[in-house]
């Protein structure tokens, strides 16, 4: 295959306390019932052999993750397995004033959380009736616990550009991360005409700009710990640092690392396919030779192309896990 694929992204519920604009329709999508999913014992299980496929790190993803109760449970599990050497979860923020320290004290080593507003009514709408004061309680949260690196994640729709000098802003005193990150046709969520698509570049024309007005130029620095595609850049004397994620004008295929696992027992080996290969009664049965079979042959069908595939997926981002 020529390439190494380490990283699991591990949805473990499909779902969510937010309807996000570019995550679900307006009226919300079927959740599947809870006997419909893999258990955390099930979920251990195909990690177990995962690692012995390859991967040795893996994020916690929803839907909301933190919705589905005893998660802590399944970090435990997933710390104590041999061959696991990082676990890091994507969340929307708002439980971790609860959750955060009983996390990182059954083994949760860093955080990403959905943050694509600073303005309350504009992040109300986006999230369809979240609270920006929620979230933000759960950025300190994190911080509090030491969940290192608290990345923050910030979906590029329109309207963003104005709000780029008080995403910087929030880098300068304190060590968060925050990443932006082009959206993404998935689930028939996404921009539908090139107009509508937010780049990278627009983005980084603005950064630019903030620092010749003076703020010094953002300059290229390294990843702040992590798996993914994002590249980073730091403004003289922050703390954090800005990052981009170019996943439709510089998609980065050929470097994916990953591999995902839906809550109701699906292998997906693209974001932006309909493939699937079914594990849950590998899994289930405990059959260890055909888990690894399974993960083998979904390795086999990853084409390090998005552009050989057409369409759009049929499941959106809350029930594939992002």
């Known amino acids: 295959m020529g390439h190494k694929v380490d990283y699991l992204r591990l949805s473990v519920t499909d779902r969510c ?10 009226e919300g999508v079927p959740f599947k019932p809870h006997e419909s999913l893999l258990s955390y014992e099930d979920m251990a299980f195909f990690v ?3 690692v012995e496929m390859g991967i040795s790190k893996v994020r916690l993803t ?5 919705v ?3 998660v802590s449970d399944l970090v435990g599990l997933i710390r104590a397995t041999s061959g696991i050497h990082g676990i890091s979860l994507t969340t929307n923020g708002v439980l971790l004033p609860r959750f955060a320290h009983e996390l990182k004290a059954a083994g949760l080593d860093r955080v990403n959380i959905s943050l694509d507003s600073l303005d309350p009514e504009r992040y109300r709408l986006l999230t369809r009736g979240g609270s920006l004061d929620n979230v933000l309680r759960g950025v300190e949260a994190a911080l509090r616990a030491s969940l290192d690196p608290v990345k923050i994640n910030v979906v590029m729709m329109q309207g963003l550009l104005p709000e780029l000098p008080d995403f910087v802003a929030v880098t300068r005193d ?11 046709p998935v689930g028939g969520c996404g921009p539908r005409l090139p107009g509508d698509l937010l780049t990278k570049a627009d983005a980084m024309a603005v950064l630019e700009r903030l620092g010749a007005e003076g703020l010094g130029k953002p300059t290229p620095v390294q990843s702040p710990a992590g798996w993914g595609p994002a590249h980073y850049y ?3 004397g922050h703390q954090g640092t800005i990052g981009f994620i170019g996943s439709m004008s510089d998609h980065f295929c050929g470097e994916c690392n990953r591999l995902r696992l839906t809550a109701d027992g699906r292998l997906k080996n693209c974001l932006f396919s309909d493939d699937e290969v079914d594990v849950k009664g590998a899994v289930q049965a405990r059959d260890r030779d055909g888990v690894l079979a399974l993960i083998q042959e979904s390795l ?3 084409t390090f192309n998005k552009d050989l595939i057409s369409g759009w997926t049929s499941r959106g981002m809350s029930q594939v896990g992002g």
């Open 62 to 66: 929803g839907g909301e993750p933190l």
């Open 48 to 50: 177990e052999r995962a």
């Open 234 to 236: 730091q403004f003289p």
């Open 68 to 70: 589905r109760r005893g």
């Open 174 to 184: 304190r060590p968060l991360h925050v990443r932006f990150i082009e959206w993404m």
């Open 17 to 26: 306390n937010y309807r996000c604009v570019y995550c679900m329709p307006p």
């Open 300 to 302: 086999d069908k990853k």
